[in-house]
Protein backbone atom coordinates (compact mmCIF):
# COMPACT_ATOMS: atom_id res chain seq x y z
CA UNK A 1 0.00 0.00 0.00
CA UNK A 2 1.11 3.31 -0.69
CA UNK A 3 -0.10 6.39 0.43
CA UNK A 4 0.86 9.44 -1.31
CA UNK A 5 -0.25 13.00 -1.47
CA UNK A 6 0.39 15.94 -4.26
CA UNK A 7 3.62 17.71 -2.99
CA UNK A 8 4.67 21.04 -4.18
CA UNK A 9 7.80 21.35 -6.60
CA UNK A 10 10.32 23.90 -5.89
CA UNK A 11 11.37 24.45 -9.07
CA UNK A 12 8.09 25.39 -10.46
CA UNK A 13 5.80 26.53 -7.66
CA UNK A 14 4.42 29.89 -7.85
CA UNK A 15 6.80 32.75 -7.08
CA UNK A 16 6.14 36.44 -6.42
CA UNK A 17 6.19 38.74 -8.80
CA UNK A 18 5.41 41.91 -6.93
CA UNK A 19 7.32 44.88 -7.54
CA UNK A 20 9.92 46.42 -4.54
CA UNK A 21 11.25 49.72 -4.05
CA UNK A 22 13.89 50.81 -6.19
CA UNK A 23 17.31 50.28 -5.16
CA UNK A 24 19.53 53.35 -3.82
CA UNK A 25 21.97 54.97 -6.76
CA UNK A 26 24.44 52.72 -7.75
CA UNK A 27 23.41 49.52 -6.54
CA UNK A 28 23.80 47.22 -8.68
CA UNK A 29 21.11 45.86 -11.25
CA UNK A 30 19.80 42.41 -10.83
CA UNK A 31 21.58 39.66 -12.14
CA UNK A 32 20.82 35.84 -12.78
CA UNK A 33 18.62 33.26 -10.98
CA UNK A 34 21.73 32.34 -8.69
CA UNK A 35 22.55 36.15 -8.01
CA UNK A 36 21.55 37.72 -4.78
CA UNK A 37 18.19 37.50 -5.45
CA UNK A 38 15.06 36.66 -3.10
CA UNK A 39 14.77 33.83 -4.27
CA UNK A 40 11.13 34.86 -4.86
CA UNK A 41 11.78 36.16 -8.25
CA UNK A 42 10.16 35.74 -11.31
CA UNK A 43 9.22 32.39 -12.62
CA UNK A 44 11.03 30.73 -15.04
CA UNK A 45 11.04 31.88 -18.56
CA UNK A 46 10.18 35.41 -17.14
CA UNK A 47 12.01 38.49 -18.55
CA UNK A 48 14.72 38.80 -16.12
CA UNK A 49 15.35 42.52 -16.97
CA UNK A 50 11.75 43.67 -15.59
CA UNK A 51 13.88 42.78 -12.37
CA UNK A 52 16.05 44.89 -13.11
CA UNK A 53 14.43 47.91 -10.75
CA UNK A 54 14.03 46.00 -7.77
CA UNK A 55 16.19 45.79 -4.20
CA UNK A 56 16.59 42.32 -3.68
CA UNK A 57 16.25 40.63 -0.89
CA UNK A 58 19.86 39.61 0.21
CA UNK A 59 20.97 42.80 0.22
CA UNK A 60 17.98 44.13 2.19
CA UNK A 61 18.27 40.86 4.88
CA UNK A 62 22.00 42.03 5.30
CA UNK A 63 21.50 45.75 5.35
CA UNK A 64 19.05 45.00 8.22
CA UNK A 65 21.76 43.34 10.47
CA UNK A 66 19.76 39.89 9.83
CA UNK A 67 22.40 38.18 8.00
CA UNK A 68 25.92 38.62 7.20
CA UNK A 69 27.88 39.07 4.04
CA UNK A 70 29.88 36.12 4.58
CA UNK A 71 26.67 34.75 5.58
CA UNK A 72 24.82 35.64 2.44
CA UNK A 73 28.13 34.56 0.26
CA UNK A 74 27.97 31.01 1.50
CA UNK A 75 24.21 31.22 0.95
CA UNK A 76 24.43 31.78 -2.58
CA UNK A 77 27.08 29.60 -2.94
CA UNK A 78 25.16 26.61 -1.52
CA UNK A 79 21.93 27.75 -3.87
CA UNK A 80 24.59 27.44 -6.93
CA UNK A 81 25.47 24.20 -6.61
CA UNK A 82 22.04 22.56 -5.26
CA UNK A 83 19.41 25.36 -6.36
CA UNK A 84 16.63 26.13 -4.35
CA UNK A 85 14.90 29.41 -3.01
CA UNK A 86 17.89 31.93 -1.28
CA UNK A 87 15.51 32.22 1.56
CA UNK A 88 15.08 28.78 2.20
CA UNK A 89 18.61 28.39 1.64
CA UNK A 90 19.35 30.57 4.70
CA UNK A 91 16.83 29.05 7.33
CA UNK A 92 18.44 25.33 6.26
CA UNK A 93 21.72 26.75 7.00
CA UNK A 94 20.86 28.29 10.07
CA UNK A 95 21.19 31.92 9.40
CA UNK A 96 17.70 33.15 9.64
CA UNK A 97 14.63 31.17 11.58
CA UNK A 98 11.42 30.84 9.20
CA UNK A 99 9.68 33.43 11.16
CA UNK A 100 12.47 36.07 10.36
CA UNK A 101 12.41 35.02 7.40
CA UNK A 102 8.65 35.57 6.83
CA UNK A 103 9.14 38.81 8.16
CA UNK A 104 11.41 40.10 6.07
CA UNK A 105 9.78 38.88 2.64
CA UNK A 106 6.66 40.80 4.39
CA UNK A 107 8.38 43.85 4.94
CA UNK A 108 9.76 43.68 1.67
CA UNK A 109 7.11 43.00 -0.56
CA UNK A 110 4.39 45.32 1.43
CA UNK A 111 2.53 41.95 2.65
CA UNK A 112 0.93 41.51 6.14
CA UNK A 113 2.15 38.29 7.97
CA UNK A 114 -0.46 35.86 9.18
CA UNK A 115 0.34 34.50 13.07
CA UNK A 116 -0.98 31.07 12.29
CA UNK A 117 0.13 30.05 15.83
CA UNK A 118 -2.47 32.09 17.46
CA UNK A 119 -4.95 33.13 14.50
CA UNK A 120 -8.25 30.90 15.29
CA UNK A 121 -8.78 28.51 12.88
CA UNK A 122 -12.66 28.54 10.78
CA UNK A 123 -12.86 24.75 9.85
CA UNK A 124 -15.83 26.19 7.42
CA UNK A 125 -13.22 27.72 5.33
CA UNK A 126 -11.76 24.46 4.66
CA UNK A 127 -14.55 24.30 2.01
CA UNK A 128 -13.58 27.19 0.05
CA UNK A 129 -9.69 25.68 -0.73
CA UNK A 130 -9.47 21.45 -1.45
CA UNK A 131 -6.79 19.77 0.33
CA UNK A 132 -4.63 19.23 -2.57
CA UNK A 133 -4.84 22.97 -4.16
CA UNK A 134 -3.01 23.93 -0.69
CA UNK A 135 -0.32 21.26 -0.28
CA UNK A 136 0.09 22.03 -4.20
CA UNK A 137 1.06 25.62 -3.46
CA UNK A 138 1.67 26.00 0.32
CA UNK A 139 -1.22 28.06 1.15
CA UNK A 140 -4.14 28.05 3.97
CA UNK A 141 -7.38 29.89 4.76
CA UNK A 142 -6.86 32.06 7.37
CA UNK A 143 -10.05 34.13 7.93
CA UNK A 144 -12.82 36.48 6.00
CA UNK A 145 -13.06 39.88 5.72
CA UNK A 146 -16.23 40.93 4.44
CA UNK A 147 -15.97 39.24 1.03
CA UNK A 148 -12.60 38.69 0.65
CA UNK A 149 -10.44 35.25 1.62
CA UNK A 150 -7.48 36.03 3.78
CA UNK A 151 -5.06 33.17 2.72
CA UNK A 152 -1.38 32.58 4.18
CA UNK A 153 1.12 31.74 2.06
CA UNK A 154 5.12 31.00 2.26
CA UNK A 155 5.66 32.08 -1.48
CA UNK A 156 3.16 34.96 -2.96
CA UNK A 157 2.69 36.28 -6.29
CA UNK A 158 -0.03 37.70 -8.21
CA UNK A 159 -0.75 34.52 -10.23
CA UNK A 160 -1.19 32.43 -6.90
CA UNK A 161 -3.49 34.99 -5.84
CA UNK A 162 -5.53 34.43 -9.17
CA UNK A 163 -5.20 30.82 -9.10
CA UNK A 164 -6.85 31.00 -5.29
CA UNK A 165 -9.85 33.57 -6.21
CA UNK A 166 -10.89 30.84 -8.98
CA UNK A 167 -11.00 28.20 -6.64
CA UNK A 168 -12.58 29.76 -4.25
CA UNK A 169 -14.73 32.35 -5.80
CA UNK A 170 -13.95 34.83 -3.97
CA UNK A 171 -11.55 37.96 -3.92
CA UNK A 172 -8.18 36.71 -2.26
CA UNK A 173 -5.80 38.62 0.14
CA UNK A 174 -2.09 37.30 0.69
CA UNK A 175 -0.75 37.38 3.83
CA UNK A 176 2.77 35.82 4.70
CA UNK A 177 3.49 33.03 7.18
CA UNK A 178 6.61 30.74 7.50
CA UNK A 179 6.51 27.34 5.28
CA UNK A 180 6.70 25.26 8.10
CA UNK A 181 3.89 26.95 10.09
CA UNK A 182 1.75 26.37 6.46
CA UNK A 183 2.54 22.95 6.28
CA UNK A 184 1.72 22.30 10.34
CA UNK A 185 -1.98 24.49 9.46
CA UNK A 186 -2.07 22.13 6.58
CA UNK A 187 -1.59 18.28 7.61
CA UNK A 188 -3.57 19.51 11.30
CA UNK A 189 -6.83 21.20 9.81
CA UNK A 190 -6.81 19.07 6.30
CA UNK A 191 -8.04 15.95 8.96
CA UNK A 192 -7.50 12.77 7.03
CA UNK A 193 -10.12 11.41 9.46
CA UNK A 194 -12.83 13.66 8.12
CA UNK A 195 -14.67 11.38 5.85
CA UNK A 196 -14.08 9.12 8.69
CA UNK A 197 -18.25 8.90 9.31
CA UNK A 198 -19.16 8.34 5.73
CA UNK A 199 -16.87 5.46 5.70
CA UNK A 200 -18.66 3.97 8.86
CA UNK A 201 -21.94 4.17 7.27
CA UNK A 202 -21.03 2.39 4.06
CA UNK A 203 -19.80 -0.21 6.46
CA UNK A 204 -22.72 -0.35 8.34
CA UNK A 205 -24.93 -0.20 5.27
CA UNK A 206 -23.32 -3.26 4.18
CA UNK A 207 -23.23 -5.24 7.95
CA UNK A 208 -26.88 -6.74 7.70
CA UNK A 209 -25.72 -8.68 4.02
CA UNK A 210 -22.67 -9.91 6.60
CA UNK A 211 -23.91 -10.59 9.80
CA UNK A 212 -24.60 -13.77 9.40
CA UNK A 213 -21.47 -14.87 8.21
CA UNK A 214 -18.53 -15.91 11.00
CA UNK A 215 -15.45 -14.09 9.22
CA UNK A 216 -15.33 -11.19 6.72
CA UNK A 217 -14.80 -11.40 3.34
CA UNK A 218 -11.19 -11.51 1.94
CA UNK A 219 -12.83 -8.82 -0.41
CA UNK A 220 -13.81 -6.29 1.93
CA UNK A 221 -10.35 -6.05 3.86
CA UNK A 222 -8.24 -5.98 0.70
CA UNK A 223 -10.25 -4.01 -2.02
CA UNK A 224 -8.76 -0.47 -1.60
CA UNK A 225 -12.44 0.98 -1.95
CA UNK A 226 -13.47 -1.18 0.63
CA UNK A 227 -14.37 1.45 3.91
CA UNK A 228 -12.34 -0.44 6.05
CA UNK A 229 -9.33 -0.30 3.47
CA UNK A 230 -9.69 3.09 3.13
CA UNK A 231 -10.34 4.23 7.05
CA UNK A 232 -7.14 1.96 7.87
CA UNK A 233 -4.66 4.22 5.67
CA UNK A 234 -7.11 7.24 7.06
CA UNK A 235 -5.76 6.39 11.04
CA UNK A 236 -2.07 5.92 9.68
CA UNK A 237 -2.09 9.15 7.49
CA UNK A 238 -3.33 11.35 10.17
CA UNK A 239 -1.09 9.71 12.83
CA UNK A 240 1.67 10.40 10.75
CA UNK A 241 0.81 14.15 10.43
CA UNK A 242 -0.02 14.50 14.36
CA UNK A 243 3.58 13.38 14.67
CA UNK A 244 2.51 9.96 16.63
CA UNK A 245 4.36 7.47 17.99
CA UNK A 246 2.00 4.85 18.73
CA UNK A 247 -1.65 3.99 17.55
CA UNK A 248 -3.75 2.55 19.48
CA UNK A 249 -7.22 0.19 18.45
CA UNK A 250 -8.96 -0.70 21.43
CA UNK A 251 -12.66 -2.34 21.55
CA UNK A 252 -14.20 -1.68 25.01
CA UNK A 253 -17.97 -2.47 24.91
CA UNK A 254 -19.70 -1.39 22.02
CA UNK A 255 -17.10 0.75 20.72
CA UNK A 256 -13.53 1.13 19.35
CA UNK A 257 -11.45 3.46 20.44
CA UNK A 258 -8.69 4.86 18.37
CA UNK A 259 -6.03 6.51 20.63
CA UNK A 260 -2.66 8.36 19.27
CA UNK A 261 0.52 8.53 21.69
CA UNK A 262 1.75 11.72 20.71
CA UNK A 263 4.98 13.47 23.02
CA UNK A 264 4.38 10.69 25.06
CA UNK A 265 0.91 11.21 26.25
CA UNK A 266 -2.19 9.44 25.09
CA UNK A 267 -5.26 11.31 22.78
CA UNK A 268 -8.00 9.97 21.38
CA UNK A 269 -9.19 11.03 18.30
CA UNK A 270 -11.93 8.30 17.64
CA UNK A 271 -14.68 6.68 18.45
CA UNK A 272 -15.93 3.42 16.35
CA UNK A 273 -19.04 1.51 16.57
CA UNK A 274 -17.76 -1.97 17.77
CA UNK A 275 -19.11 -3.82 15.02
CA UNK A 276 -16.30 -2.57 12.95
CA UNK A 277 -13.80 -3.53 15.04
CA UNK A 278 -12.90 -7.07 13.82
CA UNK A 279 -12.61 -6.22 10.03
CA UNK A 280 -10.08 -2.78 11.28
CA UNK A 281 -8.04 -5.21 12.59
CA UNK A 282 -7.64 -8.56 10.04
CA UNK A 283 -7.37 -5.26 7.60
CA UNK A 284 -4.19 -4.69 9.93
CA UNK A 285 -2.79 -8.25 10.29
CA UNK A 286 -3.40 -8.96 5.96
CA UNK A 287 -1.27 -5.72 5.93
CA UNK A 288 1.44 -7.18 8.52
CA UNK A 289 1.34 -10.79 7.22
CA UNK A 290 -0.17 -11.67 10.22
CA UNK A 291 -2.69 -14.99 10.79
CA UNK A 292 -6.17 -13.01 10.57
CA UNK A 293 -8.03 -16.59 11.54
CA UNK A 294 -5.92 -16.74 14.78
CA UNK A 295 -7.61 -13.92 17.56
CA UNK A 296 -6.73 -15.92 20.57
CA UNK A 297 -2.90 -15.50 20.80
CA UNK A 298 -0.73 -12.74 20.72
CA UNK A 299 0.87 -12.00 17.37
CA UNK A 300 3.19 -9.61 16.04
CA UNK A 301 3.93 -8.00 12.49
CA UNK A 302 5.30 -5.45 10.59
CA UNK A 303 4.27 -3.29 7.29
CA UNK A 304 6.33 -0.36 5.02
CA UNK A 305 3.76 2.14 3.35
CA UNK A 306 4.48 5.59 2.36
CA UNK A 307 2.76 8.46 3.81
CA UNK A 308 2.88 11.93 2.16
CA UNK A 309 5.88 11.16 0.56
CA UNK A 310 7.43 9.44 3.63
CA UNK A 311 8.68 5.87 3.76
CA UNK A 312 7.24 4.54 7.50
CA UNK A 313 7.58 1.38 8.72
CA UNK A 314 4.90 0.16 11.03
CA UNK A 315 5.23 -2.29 13.78
CA UNK A 316 2.22 -4.49 14.90
CA UNK A 317 1.44 -6.06 18.15
CA UNK A 318 -1.81 -7.95 18.65
CA UNK A 319 -3.73 -9.17 21.50
CA UNK A 320 -6.69 -10.78 23.07
CA UNK A 321 -8.77 -8.80 26.19
CA UNK A 322 -11.99 -8.95 27.17
CA UNK A 323 -13.00 -6.47 25.26
CA UNK A 324 -11.88 -8.07 22.03
CA UNK A 325 -8.38 -7.79 20.31
CA UNK A 326 -6.28 -5.26 20.76
CA UNK A 327 -3.80 -3.60 18.25
CA UNK A 328 -0.66 -1.66 18.92
CA UNK A 329 0.89 -0.43 15.51
CA UNK A 330 4.25 1.75 16.35
CA UNK A 331 5.48 4.39 13.64
CA UNK A 332 8.92 4.68 13.02
CA UNK A 333 9.42 7.68 9.94
CA UNK A 334 12.80 6.04 7.74
CA UNK A 335 12.82 8.94 6.29
CA UNK A 336 14.45 10.94 9.47
CA UNK A 337 17.86 11.46 9.95
CA UNK A 338 20.02 10.23 12.38
CA UNK A 339 21.21 12.45 15.74
CA UNK A 340 24.33 12.94 16.65
CA UNK A 341 25.35 12.15 20.03
CA UNK A 342 26.23 16.37 20.61
CA UNK A 343 22.59 16.80 19.69
CA UNK A 344 20.78 14.59 22.04
CA UNK A 345 20.51 17.61 24.92
CA UNK A 346 22.73 15.99 27.18
CA UNK A 347 24.89 18.24 29.51
CA UNK A 348 28.56 18.98 28.43
CA UNK A 349 29.95 17.04 31.24
CA UNK A 350 27.66 14.26 30.77
CA UNK A 351 28.19 14.31 26.46
CA UNK A 352 32.15 14.45 27.09
CA UNK A 353 32.15 11.72 29.55
CA UNK A 354 29.58 9.84 27.54
CA UNK A 355 31.75 10.06 24.78
CA UNK A 356 34.64 8.19 25.76
CA UNK A 357 32.93 5.48 26.98
CA UNK A 358 31.63 4.82 23.52
CA UNK A 359 34.98 4.83 22.24
CA UNK A 360 36.25 2.32 24.31
CA UNK A 361 37.84 -0.97 22.60
CA UNK A 362 36.09 -3.30 24.92
CA UNK A 363 33.43 -3.77 27.19
CA UNK A 364 29.74 -2.44 28.09
CA UNK A 365 28.03 0.56 27.39
CA UNK A 366 24.18 -0.03 28.50
CA UNK A 367 21.16 2.57 27.91
CA UNK A 368 18.12 2.20 30.38
CA UNK A 369 15.32 3.51 30.82
CA UNK A 370 11.44 2.67 30.28
CA UNK A 371 9.47 1.94 26.93
CA UNK A 372 9.24 5.04 25.21
CA UNK A 373 12.19 6.83 27.11
CA UNK A 374 15.27 7.28 23.59
CA UNK A 375 17.12 4.42 24.32
CA UNK A 376 16.67 3.11 20.35
CA UNK A 377 17.93 7.14 19.82
CA UNK A 378 20.64 7.16 21.82
CA UNK A 379 22.52 3.96 20.96
CA UNK A 380 22.01 4.90 16.92
CA UNK A 381 23.65 8.29 17.67
CA UNK A 382 26.19 6.15 19.70
CA UNK A 383 26.36 4.07 16.54
CA UNK A 384 27.25 6.76 14.38
CA UNK A 385 30.08 8.15 16.41
CA UNK A 386 31.46 5.02 16.46
CA UNK A 387 31.16 4.11 12.77
CA UNK A 388 34.82 3.92 11.23
CA UNK A 389 35.62 2.10 8.09
CA UNK A 390 38.75 0.60 9.89
CA UNK A 391 35.95 -1.26 12.09
CA UNK A 392 33.63 -4.27 11.81
CA UNK A 393 30.22 -2.68 13.29
CA UNK A 394 27.30 -5.29 13.32
CA UNK A 395 24.15 -5.37 15.00
CA UNK A 396 20.94 -7.41 15.86
CA UNK A 397 17.69 -5.25 16.50
CA UNK A 398 14.36 -6.12 16.28
CA UNK A 399 13.51 -4.18 14.14
CA UNK A 400 15.79 -2.46 12.19
CA UNK A 401 14.94 1.13 12.41
CA UNK A 402 17.56 2.90 10.43
CA UNK A 403 20.16 1.70 7.77
CA UNK A 404 23.42 2.21 7.94
CA UNK A 405 25.04 1.46 4.60
CA UNK A 406 28.21 0.58 6.03
CA UNK A 407 27.18 -1.46 9.22
CA UNK A 408 26.08 -4.94 8.84
CA UNK A 409 22.68 -5.18 10.14
CA UNK A 410 20.66 -8.09 11.78
CA UNK A 411 16.87 -8.35 11.64
CA UNK A 412 15.48 -10.79 14.41
CA UNK A 413 12.93 -13.44 13.16
CA UNK A 414 11.39 -15.55 15.82
CA UNK A 415 9.85 -17.87 13.46
CA UNK A 416 13.39 -18.63 11.92
CA UNK A 417 14.99 -19.00 15.14
CA UNK A 418 16.72 -15.91 14.61
CA UNK A 419 16.41 -14.29 18.25
CA UNK A 420 18.53 -11.97 19.97
CA UNK A 421 20.29 -15.29 21.48
CA UNK A 422 21.15 -16.93 18.46
CA UNK A 423 21.58 -13.94 16.34
CA UNK A 424 24.72 -12.40 19.07
CA UNK A 425 26.04 -15.71 18.82
CA UNK A 426 26.51 -15.96 15.27
CA UNK A 427 27.82 -12.13 15.20
CA UNK A 428 31.00 -13.53 17.70
CA UNK A 429 31.66 -15.95 14.79
CA UNK A 430 31.94 -13.19 11.96
CA UNK A 431 34.60 -10.94 13.81
CA UNK A 432 33.45 -7.89 15.22
CA UNK A 433 34.77 -4.97 16.71
CA UNK A 434 31.96 -3.51 17.80
CA UNK A 435 28.51 -5.00 18.39
CA UNK A 436 24.64 -3.83 19.29
CA UNK A 437 22.37 -5.67 20.79
CA UNK A 438 19.09 -3.80 20.26
CA UNK A 439 17.78 -4.54 23.78
CA UNK A 440 18.32 -7.01 26.15
CA UNK A 441 15.12 -8.96 27.24
CA UNK A 442 16.29 -12.24 28.63
CA UNK A 443 18.51 -13.99 30.49
CA UNK A 444 20.46 -15.57 27.16
CA UNK A 445 21.35 -12.81 25.92
CA UNK A 446 22.03 -11.29 28.64
CA UNK A 447 24.81 -13.86 28.96
CA UNK A 448 25.99 -14.06 25.38
CA UNK A 449 26.28 -10.08 25.65
CA UNK A 450 28.19 -9.87 29.24
CA UNK A 451 30.78 -12.55 27.64
CA UNK A 452 31.24 -11.29 24.54
CA UNK A 453 32.16 -7.66 26.45
CA UNK A 454 35.04 -9.72 28.35
CA UNK A 455 36.71 -11.56 25.27
CA UNK A 456 37.40 -8.09 23.53
CA UNK A 457 34.58 -6.37 21.77
CA UNK A 458 32.27 -3.47 22.73
CA UNK A 459 28.63 -3.97 23.09
CA UNK A 460 26.14 -1.52 23.07
CA UNK A 461 22.57 -2.21 24.46
CA UNK A 462 19.36 -1.27 25.75
CA UNK A 463 17.46 -1.90 28.92
CA UNK A 464 14.47 -1.47 30.93
CA UNK A 465 14.99 -0.55 33.91
CA UNK A 466 13.63 2.93 36.04
CA UNK A 467 17.39 4.54 35.63
CA UNK A 468 21.03 3.78 35.53
CA UNK A 469 21.44 2.14 39.36
CA UNK A 470 18.55 -0.12 38.61
CA UNK A 471 20.18 -1.51 35.85
CA UNK A 472 22.68 -2.65 37.72
CA UNK A 473 20.10 -4.83 39.62
CA UNK A 474 18.54 -6.28 36.77
CA UNK A 475 21.49 -8.20 35.66
CA UNK A 476 21.88 -9.33 39.52
CA UNK A 477 18.20 -10.34 39.31
CA UNK A 478 18.92 -12.27 35.96
CA UNK A 479 21.74 -14.25 37.66
CA UNK A 480 24.40 -13.06 36.63
CA UNK A 481 27.36 -13.29 38.63
CA UNK A 482 28.30 -9.99 40.49
CA UNK A 483 31.42 -9.82 39.52
CA UNK A 484 31.12 -10.73 35.98
CA UNK A 485 28.91 -7.35 35.92
CA UNK A 486 31.30 -5.58 37.87
CA UNK A 487 33.98 -6.29 34.91
CA UNK A 488 32.34 -6.27 31.77
CA UNK A 489 29.87 -2.80 32.52
CA UNK A 490 31.74 0.21 31.77
CA UNK A 491 29.18 2.76 32.20
CA UNK A 492 25.17 3.26 31.92
CA UNK A 493 23.29 6.02 30.66
CA UNK A 494 19.51 6.43 32.55
CA UNK A 495 17.34 8.42 30.48
CA UNK A 496 13.68 10.01 30.09
CA UNK A 497 11.76 11.98 27.64
CA UNK A 498 10.17 15.40 29.01
CA UNK A 499 7.63 17.64 26.79
CA UNK A 500 9.10 21.03 26.03
CA UNK A 501 6.62 24.55 26.91
CA UNK A 502 5.38 25.33 23.28
CA UNK A 503 7.74 28.23 22.48
CA UNK A 504 4.52 29.80 20.75
CA UNK A 505 2.01 30.08 23.80
CA UNK A 506 5.07 30.26 26.30
CA UNK A 507 4.08 32.29 29.26
CA UNK A 508 4.46 33.19 32.77
CA UNK A 509 2.55 31.74 35.59
CA UNK A 510 2.47 31.15 39.70
CA UNK A 511 3.24 27.61 40.38
CA UNK A 512 0.84 25.52 42.75
CA UNK A 513 1.94 24.90 46.48
CA UNK A 514 2.21 21.41 45.88
CA UNK A 515 4.99 22.16 42.59
CA UNK A 516 6.86 24.76 44.58
CA UNK A 517 7.05 22.17 47.50
CA UNK A 518 8.48 19.69 44.65
CA UNK A 519 10.68 22.17 42.92
CA UNK A 520 12.54 22.83 46.09
CA UNK A 521 13.02 19.78 47.80
CA UNK A 522 14.16 18.61 44.21
CA UNK A 523 17.14 21.23 44.55
CA UNK A 524 15.97 23.78 42.41
CA UNK A 525 17.69 27.09 42.62
CA UNK A 526 15.28 30.32 43.53
CA UNK A 527 14.10 31.61 40.71
CA UNK A 528 11.05 34.06 40.63
CA UNK A 529 9.15 33.46 37.22
CA UNK A 530 8.06 30.37 36.13
CA UNK A 531 6.73 29.51 32.40
CA UNK A 532 4.57 26.99 30.77
CA UNK A 533 2.08 26.96 27.90
CA UNK A 534 -1.19 28.00 27.99
CA UNK A 535 -2.12 26.11 24.71
CA UNK A 536 -2.51 27.52 21.27
CA UNK A 537 -3.05 26.05 17.53
CA UNK A 538 0.52 25.10 17.40
CA UNK A 539 0.32 22.70 20.34
CA UNK A 540 -3.28 21.41 19.50
CA UNK A 541 -3.60 23.42 22.92
CA UNK A 542 -1.53 21.07 25.32
CA UNK A 543 1.02 23.97 25.91
CA UNK A 544 3.77 21.42 25.00
CA UNK A 545 5.64 20.89 21.58
CA UNK A 546 8.50 18.26 21.26
CA UNK A 547 10.39 16.32 23.54
CA UNK A 548 13.59 16.59 25.18
CA UNK A 549 16.09 14.19 26.73
CA UNK A 550 17.01 13.96 30.45
CA UNK A 551 20.17 11.76 31.58
CA UNK A 552 22.23 10.57 34.16
CA UNK A 553 25.67 8.90 33.60
CA UNK A 554 26.77 6.46 35.63
CA UNK A 555 30.41 5.22 35.16
CA UNK A 556 31.50 2.06 36.62
CA UNK A 557 34.54 3.15 38.88
CA UNK A 558 36.45 1.28 41.30
CA UNK A 559 34.78 2.44 44.12
CA UNK A 560 31.47 1.22 42.16
CA UNK A 561 32.57 -1.80 40.82
CA UNK A 562 33.44 -3.22 44.52
CA UNK A 563 29.95 -2.75 45.62
CA UNK A 564 28.64 -4.36 42.80
CA UNK A 565 30.29 -7.00 43.95
CA UNK A 566 28.96 -6.64 47.27
CA UNK A 567 25.72 -6.92 46.40
CA UNK A 568 25.59 -3.27 47.90
CA UNK A 569 21.76 -2.10 47.68
CA UNK A 570 20.35 0.60 44.79
CA UNK A 571 20.69 3.44 47.52
CA UNK A 572 23.87 2.67 48.34
CA UNK A 573 25.26 2.35 44.23
CA UNK A 574 23.20 5.48 43.90
CA UNK A 575 25.11 7.83 47.21
CA UNK A 576 28.33 6.36 45.68
CA UNK A 577 27.76 7.83 41.92
CA UNK A 578 26.11 11.32 43.09
CA UNK A 579 29.08 11.58 45.82
CA UNK A 580 32.07 11.26 42.42
CA UNK A 581 29.83 13.27 40.76
CA UNK A 582 26.79 11.84 39.34
CA UNK A 583 24.08 14.21 38.01
CA UNK A 584 20.71 12.49 38.73
CA UNK A 585 17.38 12.63 36.46
CA UNK A 586 15.64 14.57 39.03
CA UNK A 587 18.32 16.96 39.42
CA UNK A 588 18.53 16.97 35.19
CA UNK A 589 14.84 17.66 34.95
CA UNK A 590 15.07 20.20 37.21
CA UNK A 591 17.66 22.19 35.67
CA UNK A 592 15.68 22.05 32.37
CA UNK A 593 13.04 24.10 35.28
CA UNK A 594 15.62 26.44 35.88
CA UNK A 595 16.19 27.43 31.93
CA UNK A 596 12.62 27.43 31.02
CA UNK A 597 12.51 24.52 28.89
CA UNK A 598 10.48 22.73 30.63
CA UNK A 599 7.24 23.04 33.36
CA UNK A 600 7.43 21.91 36.77
CA UNK A 601 4.01 20.00 36.14
CA UNK A 602 5.51 17.99 33.21
CA UNK A 603 8.85 16.99 35.38
CA UNK A 604 6.49 15.72 38.11
CA UNK A 605 4.17 13.87 35.79
CA UNK A 606 7.22 11.95 33.77
CA UNK A 607 9.64 11.03 36.98
CA UNK A 608 7.94 11.85 40.44
CA UNK A 609 8.89 8.44 42.27
CA UNK A 610 12.80 9.15 41.21
Given at each position: ????????????GSV???A?P?????A?A????????????????????G???????????????????????????????????????????G??TE????Q??????G?D??N??????????L??????????????????????L?????????????????A????V?????????V??AI????H??S??????Q??E????????R???S???????????V??????????MR???S?V?I????????V??????????????????G????????I?A?M???????????Q?A???D??E????????A??????C?????????S?????EL????V???A????????F????????????????????????????????T??????Y??P???????????????????R???????????????????????AVQ??????F?L?????T???????????MG?E?????S????????????R?????K?????????????E??G?????V?????????C????????I??Y??L??T?????????WA??E??R???????????????????E????S????I??????
Open positions: MALRRKSRDDDGATVAAPPAGPHGSAHDRTTGFGPKPGADPQEAGRQRLGERLVASGLITEAQLDEALAMQRSGGGLLGEVLVSMFLQTLAALASFFYVALRREPIDSALDLIPEDLAREYMCFPVRLEGDTCMAVAEPSDELSARLARSGRRKLLIAPMGDKWDSNYALNVERLVVFSVEGSRRGPEVESEIVSEDAPVQLVDSILTQADRTDHEPTGDVVRRFRIDGAMKEVLTLPGSIPSLISRIKMNNIVERRRPQDGLIVIGRVDVRVATVTVGGEVVMRLLDKTRVLRLSGMPPTHGFSKLVRSPGMVLCAGPTGSGKTTTLYASLSEVNDPTLNIMIEDPVEVFTINQIQTNEQAGLTFANGLSILRQDPDVILVGEIRDVETTRVSALTGHVSSLHADSVSALHRFLDISFLIASVLGVVGQRLLRICPSCTTYTPTDEEMVFYESGSPKGFYHGVGCNFANTGYKDRGVELTMSEIRRLVVGTQELNMAVKQGMSTLKQEAIRLVNDITIAEVRGMYTL
